[in-house]
């Protein structure tokens, strides 16, 4: 009764294939069959004829099984081939369609991930541009300078020089920063090599008094 509540009812196989499937002979049949033929022992040669007998009744029921269920294997073989054959079919109708609109997707996918591919890169170049020109800026203090007065020809262009917020853009600010701490150390520079540079008001009597006198 539990099984049958929950919907598992357990049927012996012969029993539910035996509905679908005419086998020339039912389980009752068999029952009744084993009942009349039933025998113990043999005593003699009438009871072993009776056996013999006996066996060919169940040979043969066996041997009409046997063909019932090899004919009907061979339609339910058949009829499956028919059902596969039905399936295949019907696949490659709905693949047709399907694999054209999968192409159609495919393609327009692969536009949009170049394109996008194409918009990255350009990005990384115009970003690229702008930390160029910026490195452009610190490099003027890096540089070497024969003279001063470079020193100050180098000065004297970069003061002149305003970021232009349509090259810089973003980094707009952050050019401004650079510029100004790029003069700050070519100001540097400048001071340093005018101190280095530089000599006393009277280096010249000095340098007198420290030549030797000639002997008469």
């Not at 009812?9 to 012969?14: L, V």
């Not at 997707?105 to 541009?129: I, L, N, S």
């Amino acid at each position: 009764m539990a099984n049958e509540r929950n919907g598992n009812r357990t049927k012996e196989p012969t029993q539910t294939v035996a509905r679908r499937v005419d086998y020339g002979v039912t389980e009752q049949a068999i029952a009744k069959l084993a009942d009349e033929h039933a025998m113990t022992t043999i005593e003699n040669r009438q009871d072993y004829d009776k056996c013999v007998k006996s066996i060919a009744v169940f040979r043969n029921l066996r041997g009409e099984v046997t063909r019932r269920h090899k004919q009907e294997k061979a339609d339910a073989l058949e009829w499956c081939r028919l059902v596969d054959a039905g399936k295949k079919a019907l696949l490659e109708l709905l693949s047709e369609p399907e694999n054209r609109l999968k192409d159609l997707k495919a393609g327009y996918d692969e536009k949009k991930a170049k394109e996008k591919a194409a918009k990255a890169e350009a990005e990384r170049q115009r970003v690229r541009k702008i930390d160029g020109a910026i490195h452009d800026i610190e490099r003027l203090a890096s540089q070497r300078f024969k003279t001063s007065k470079d020193v100050q020809k180098t000065i004297d262009g970069l003061e002149a020089m305003e970021p232009a917020k349509d090259v810089f853009q973003e980094k707009y600010d952050q050019a401004k920063v650079t510029k100004d701490e790029t003069l700050k150390a070519l100001q540097a520079i400048l001071k340093a090599r005018n101190t280095k540079n530089a000599r006393p008001p009277n280096w010249k009597n000095s340098a007198k008094s420290r030549r030797p006198k000639r002997s008469v």
